[in-house]
Antibody
Framework: EVQLVESGGGLIQPGGSLRLSCAVSGFSVSSDYMGWVRQAPGKGLEWVSVIQSGGPTRHADSVRGRFTISGDYSTNTLYLEMNILRAEDTALYYCTRGTPQRYWGQGTLVTVSS | IVMTQSPATLSVSPGERATLSCRAS??????LAWYQQKPGQAPRLLVYDASTRAAGIPTRFSAFGSGTEFTLTISSLQSEDFAVYYC?????????FGQGTKVEIK
């Protein structure tokens, strides 16, 4: 059974850093497109980042240079390193598999506020 | 690529048909997906490649489209279908979503 379980969210001050994790089971992180999609409170969906079958990575313009997606294939975990966080990064962050996104985790909430 | 959905809200009675539209600012076909999201839940993939239902999706959901114009139809709305629906293009990076259509009970 495919499972994606996010963790690492929380309250962080503007300018701070946070690392999100997505523990994956039922398949290998390196075998498919893995990514992150976020949803600000009461808003729509925004694609954030993708790592393509363990290889190339892409990021949305809004986070490029601040966020980095990576995978640890020994632990089958996906990460999103987030730096220089801004208030507008406040959102529920979903870990996803595939393109289009066939599998979603339940999300981890990131709140950027002083 | 900008994805524009209409209407923003659709009020429909149970058992009636609902038709949702999605327009792309440039051609994306066939790389168009539809998702359903209920309150407090993650989105669920309904349709991919513009018209192919994802695994386990009921046949009352149908979709079609080409180029820049796409439609999702729910033939006879059930209580569990009242939700927000998003379209998404995955033809070109960055992937982009529409702003969503809320299907509510009339």
């Amino acid at each position: 059974e495919v499972q994606l379980v996010e963790s690492g969210g929380g309250l962080i001050q503007p300018g701070g850093s946070l690392r999100l994790s997505c523990a994956v089971s039922g398949f290998s992180v390196s075998s498919d497109y893995m990514g992150w999609v976020r949803q600000a409170p009461g808003k729509g969906l925004e694609w954030v980042s993708v790592i393509q079958s363990g290889g190339p990575t892409r990021h949305a313009d809004s986070v490029r240079g601040r966020f980095t997606i990576s995978g640890d294939y020994s632990t089958n975990t996906l990460y999103l390193e987030m730096n220089i966080l801004r208030a507008e990064d406040t959102a529920l962050y979903y870990c996803t598999r595939g393109t289009p996104q066939r599998y979603w985790g339940q999300g981890t909430l990131v709140t950027v506020s002083s | 690529i900008v994805m524009t959905q209409s209407p923003a809200t659709l009020s429909v009675s149970p058992g009636e048909r609902a038709t949702l539209s999605c327009r792309a600012s440039q051609s994306v076909a066939p790389a168009l997906a539809w998702y359903q999201q209920k309150p407090g839940q993650a989105p669920r993939l309904l349709v991919y490649d513009a018209s192919t239902r994802a695994a386990g999706i009921p046949t009352r959901f149908s979709a079609f489209g080409s180029g820049t114009e796409f439609t999702l139809t729910i033939s006879s709305l059930q209580s569990e279908d009242f939700a927000v629906y998003y379209c998404q293009q995955y033809n070109t990076w960055p992937q982009t979503f529409g702003q969503g259509t809320k299907v509510e009970i009339k």
